[in-house]
């Protein structure tokens, strides 16, 4: 059975994906940024409420080319995390031409030793996805997300099935990016995936006047959809 793992950013998209039915829950903050590092309470519900869940590592939005300070940040949240018992954490890194930064990755992949990894979309950057599966694969992570280098996942489905060629069973690419209960049966019926990600969110309600008027809100927030999540669910298990 391919796994659904849903990713949200706060206690009520906690709520709503383990309620519509998610196998496994990445917790981010700022999902409208790409998806920060979580709050650290948002990651001690998590550790109550789900059965599995990986936290995001990625201090600040832009690009994945990180400097020592970054470095030092990230090496401090995976030890928070681990602390917390959740089962893995979500890592990444950049050269500044789009290569994995395999120095990088390898420290922190160290400092996650033991816990589930899972490399992010920092991949669909690389020049040659089938030389990053194989880096990935020595580094240790057992999970890829990636869109195919694409913008959406079924724009990416030559790239997903070569990455999932080269894999081999030696890790699980799991497509993100534009998937839904639309595009999961058109992913699967080309590449039969260990996993899919999404985020299954709606437009979030408007804050009220004076919080946007003061730049308290975020034009582009979503939140977590229970029927999406559930419809999602549904069209992985009628595949």
């Avoid at 690009?63 to 990444?92: K, P, Q, S, Y």
């Avoid at 997903?160 to 999961?184: C, D, K, P, S, Y």
Wanted: glycine fraction near 12%.
């Amino acid at each position: 059975m391919t796994l659904l793992e849903i990713c949200v950013d706060d206690a009520a998209g906690l709520d709503a994906a383990l309620a519509g039915g998610a196998d496994r829950i990445e917790l981010c903050a700022a999902l409208e940024l790409g998806g920060l590092s979580p709050t650290p309470g948002l990651v001690a519900l998590a550790a109550k409420k789900a059965r599995s869940a990986r936290a995001m590592v990625r201090p600040r939005p832009g690009d994945f080319v990180f400097n020592a300070g970054d470095m030092a940040g990230m090496l401090a949240e995976i030890a928070a995390i681990r602390a917390t018992g959740i089962e893995g954490v979500v890592l990444g890194a950049s050269l500044p031409d789009g290569r994995l930064d395999v120095e990088t990755l390898a420290v922190l992949a160290k400092a996650a030793e033991g816990m589930g990894r899972t490399l992010h979309r920092c991949i669909d950057l690389v020049p040659d996805m089938a030389e990053a599966v194989e880096t990935a694969v020595a580094l240790g992570f057992d999970t890829i997300l990636t869109s195919g280098g694409a913008l959406s996942a079924p724009q990416g489905l030559d790239a997903l099935e070569r990455a999932h060629r080269v894999a081999a069973g030696r890790l699980t690419i799991m497509a993100g990016a534009g998937v839904n209960a639309v595009t999961a049966p058109q992913i699967l019926a080309r590449v039969r995936l260990g996993a899919l990600h999404g985020s299954c969110s709606e437009p979030a309600p408007e804050p009220g006047e004076k919080a946007q008027r003061l730049g308290f809100a975020s034009p582009l927030r979503r939140m977590t959809s229970t029927t999406r999540v559930a419809a999602l669910k549904a069209a992985i298990q009628a595949g």
